[in-house]
């Protein structure tokens, strides 16, 4: 039985819990407002690199080319996603769903998942009636496209851990080399192979690309970039980060190898060249979604500006059927003045 003091002070434990947890939760709704993947800097290069690369590659096609206005439409829808103010960061985090790429939620306020607002912007894509409006949407669905090549975003892990003083990943902090992407870009046109079905289908196919990158070895060393970001067994649910922590472009070292060699530790360096090497494969893999969004569109606008040239089809003249046994010479509509006008003749 316990006396009234301890009562009390139990009491005033579990409000202390309860406010804690309040905090908590407070904390871990306002984080995500601090974080953002790549900065609007970046995206604004990765776009018009990739606008760059595909007027290149389309003069020995039919496909027209972007004009700087529409690139510049583009660019800036996505940069205006990219700079988001406080409010809408808090309440739409941007993760990459990979069970059933649907819309997922905590507390019934926060969109955790990005589905639901790309699924819109395809939407309004496809209702939009003026050019400005088509590639402002592009812009829009290109952003979305380059978070896909974040590993952070696409495992997906998060990132706004303010219990550590860690509110983005540092992947998505490391410097695009505009220099090193020109090169990686300039000897080919594969953006061009095997054309998206539809916006969807991109998305999933560059969130598959992050993936395979993430589940691929560290060059020349016994693991792979899982060291970075876990993947979770449960495809539903977050991963996280793994024993090298959040440490992308850092010196740091880290437990590897196998379960026998407990002992064996992997060492990275700041500024270390498979950083470098790892950063540039997800980059050209942006400009490459963003291309092949610019393409899946163009295509589209050209079918429908050559559907408009022809007009409308014309149908085939339905010919009566012929009666079984029926002469196909002579007009089953007329009379027999004819006919016999015809036999005559």
């Known amino acids: ?44 290069k990765l776009t018009f690199h990739a606008a760059k690369w595909f007027n290149r590659c389309l003069t020995e096609t039919v496909v027209p080319p972007l004009s700087p206005l529409q690139v510049r439409y583009a660019a800036k829808s996505n940069v205006a996603l990219a700079e988001s103010n406080v409010l809408v960061r808090m309440f739409r985090w941007n993760y990459y769903d990979r069970g059933g790429q649907n819309e997922r939620s905590a507390l019934w306020l926060v969109n955790t998942r990005l589905h ?13 009636s003026q050019p400005a409006e088509r590639y402002q949407e592009l812009g829009r669905i290109v952003y979305y496209l380059q978070l896909m090549t974040s590993p952070s975003k696409v495992v997906p892990v998060y990132t706004g851990r303010f219990w550590r003083g860690s509110f983005s990943d540092r992947f998505d902090r490391y410097r695009l080399d505009d220099d090193a992407l020109d090169a990686a870009l300039a000897d080919s046109c594969n953006f061009l192979d095997d054309p998206p079905v539809d916006f969807s289908s991109l998305l999933a196919e560059s969130a598959s690309a992050t993936l395979d990158a993430v589940r691929s070895p560290i060059g020349g060393l016994p693991t792979t970039w899982q060291a970075f970001w876990k993947i979770s067994s449960d495809p539903d649910s977050f991963g996280e980060y793994g024993p090298a922590g959040n440490n992308f472009g850092r010196k740091t070292d880290f437990p590897c190898g196998d379960a026998r ?85």
Request: aromatic content about 6%.
């Open 261 to 345: 060699s407990k002992q064996r530790r992997c060492v990275l360096l700041k500024r270390d060249p498979i950083y470098a090497e790892f950063a540039l494969e997800r980059h050209v893999a942006a400009a490459r979604s963003t291309a092949r969004a610019m393409l899946l569109l163009q295509r589209q606008y050209f079918d429908s500006a050559q559907r408009s040239e022809k007009g409308p089809e014309k149908q085939p003249e339905q010919k009566p059927e012929q009666k079984p046994g029926a002469d196909p010479t002579v007009d089953p509509n007329s009379g027999p003045a004819s006919r016999e006008t015809g036999d005559a003749e």
């Open 116 to 128: 639901a607002h790309f699924n819109k912007v395809t939407q309004r894509l496809e209702q939009a």
């Open 1 to 44: 039985m316990l006396n009234k003091p301890q009562r009390r002070r139990r009491a005033w434990a579990g409000a202390g819990a309860g406010a804690a947890a309040r905090l908590c939760l407070v904390f871990a709704l306002l984080t995500p407002s601090l974080v953002m993947a790549y900065q609007g800097e970046v995206h604004q």
